[in-house]
């Protein structure tokens, strides 16, 4: 499962903690981000707005006709921006305001006068304001031609980056060698369903990206832009609707239980001592219980969902841990319970001298009490605050080969469980689907959002305990018949 145009993980390099993607790696300080879509393209929106008027084939040819005749003035201009242009004096403006308006109709720039309406901008004004557009028209206008440039590898963007370009080769400020050559000699004469267009746009959007920013951002410029159409503009926000799958894993879940109450009847000799037993077969109920409640309370698209999944996988991992060191260590099992009995019995302690902790509490007390003096009093029972095993859980997942589920799912279900950013923004907040508000996110307040269904890898972490358990006790026929994608020890 790969992206096209992204690095593998094998590419990236490991530096005191942290991950360095190669592109870092390579220009470290050097490389300025700089976003094409927050940054530049509301610079070039009135190139869009040509673009947008007249077409792709007629559009290019009036812009490029504007740009080489805007390139021979002798001016301060490296670069076609808005921001530049009327940063001019008035007499310079006047005159690139001329020169626009001999290659477009004035009203074809007529929806920037909703944001260039300050007394500064009364130039522009007088040459573009057209009194027939209402204010939700201009508005629109813009929104949509945002839309089409925003992502930086679209057709309508690539077509303004190269609008971009064509104005420093015309001033002659830059040269290009080879691809890059024949993609700006034709890329306005070809059409983007043409094959060539594979390799020209690439070119385009390269050279434009890496090298052609020249001059610092106008901060203030682009901040006023996005602010005056983001404020006049409603959020649009949209959620995803991922589909249950619950019943899928209903019919194994319910033929699981059964299959575990009857191992219990069969050893019922062991369920009365038997460390080992009791720790596996407790452990694959609280699975079960888990499994049951993410079914039952619906909480397969929910972020609890994801918090049971973490769960089921540790207890698995930790089960397979025991199993395999079993053979070194004959009391693991033994150990296994001697420890978490302690860690209760570190949590009832403090408990005991805590004023936060009352009546109403979900951790209660006498509980507590009963089952650390369950099969010894707590007085002689020391409390182990390392690791269980002195092996934190990563090791323990690379030990029993699991390695790929620590950093798929463990590693995942950890963000949830934290409450890391991606899983906040993943679940609680909303895709806004407006461009002038940079598609940024709206916070779920109606709770819309569902995530996707985690029974599918509920299922499979299921069934691989049962693969482990089966290697131990003796699972009937006619489940081994019916779930024939298990490979059973037995």
Same mark, same amino acid.
């Given at each position: ?13 490991? &530096?005191?903690?942290?991950? $360095? ?76 305001? &001329? ?117 610092? !951002?106008? %901060? !203030? ?20 609707? =991922? ?8 019919? =194994? ?47 397969? !698209? ?32 033994? !150990? ?27 951790? $209660? ?22 690791? =269980? ?13 699991? &390695? ?72 009937? %026929? ?13």
């Amino acid at each position: 499962m790969t992206s096209k145009n992204v690095s593998k993980l094998s590419d990236h390099k490991f &530096k005191k903690g942290i991950i $360095v993607s190669p592109f870092n790696d390579s220009f470290g300080e050097m490389l300025k981000l700089n976003s094409w879509a927050r940054d530049r393209l509301p610079e070039y929106v009135w190139l869009g707005l040509i673009l947008n008027k007249y077409g792709r084939k007629e559009g290019l040819k009036r812009a490029e006709n504007i740009l080489w005749q805007l390139a021979q003035i002798d001016m301060e201009l490296t670069q076609p921006k808005i921001s530049k242009i009327l940063n001019l004096s008035h007499d310079k403006q006047e005159k690139i305001f &001329k020169i626009i308006c001999d290659y477009i109709d004035p009203n074809v720039l007529a929806p920037l006068t909703i944001v260039f309406r300050t007394k500064e901008n009364d130039l522009f004004s007088k040459y573009f304001y057209d009194r027939e557009q209402s204010v939700d028209q201009r508005i629109s206008i813009i929104k949509e031609i945002v839309g089409k440039c925003f992502d930086h590898q679209s057709n309508q963007a690539t077509d303004l980056r190269y609008l971009c370009i064509s104005f420093l080769f015309f001033k002659g400020k830059v040269h290009a060698e080879g691809m890059t050559v024949e993609a700006i000699k034709n890329y306005s004469k070809t059409d983007h369903e043409d094959e060539k267009m594979k390799i020209y746009r690439p070119s385009i959007r390269s050279f434009e990206g890496i090298g052609m920013d020249i001059d610092e !951002n106008n %901060t !203030n410029f682009i901040l006023y832009f996005w602010e005056e159409l983001g404020l006049v503009t409603d959020c649009s926000p949209h959620y995803i609707k =991922f589909t249950q799958h619950k019943e899928e894993l209903v019919e =194994f879940f319910h033929d699981t239980k059964k299959v575990v109450e009857n191992i219990m009847v069969l050893n019922k000799g062991k369920l009365l001592e038997d460390a080992k037993f009791n720790v596996l077969i407790g452990s694959m109920i609280y699975i079960l219980k888990i499994a049951d409640e993410v079914l039952n309370k619906e909480l397969e !698209n929910a972020i609890l969902g994801r918090h049971a999944l973490r769960t089921i996988l540790e207890v698995y991992i930790m089960m397979k841990y025991l199993v395999l060191k079993e053979r070194d260590k004959n009391n693991i099992f033994e !150990n296994y319970q001697v420890y978490g009995v302690g860690k209760y019995k570190h949590i009832l302690l403090r408990v005991r001298e805590s004023s936060f902790i009352n009546e109403q509490s979900h951790i $209660v007390v006498p509980l507590l009490e009963s089952i650390v003096n369950e099969k010894m009093w707590e007085e002689f029972m020391n409390i182990d605050v390392r690791f =269980f095993d002195q092996q934190n859980i990563k090791k323990k997942f690379e030990e029993v080969n699991e &390695k790929e589920l620590y950093e798929t799912y463990y590693e995942y279900g950890t963000n949830y469980a934290h409450g890391f950013w991606g899983a906040v923004r993943e679940s609680s907040l909303l895709f806004c689907n407006n461009p002038l508000h940079k598609y940024h996110s709206v916070p779920d307040i109606y709770f819309n959002q569902k995530l996707p269904s985690v029974t599918f890898d509920i299922d499979r972490l299921l069934k691989l305990y049962i693969q482990l358990l089966s290697g131990i006790y003796e699972f009937p %026929t006619w489940y081994k018949s019916k779930y024939e994608g298990i490979e059973y020890g037995n």
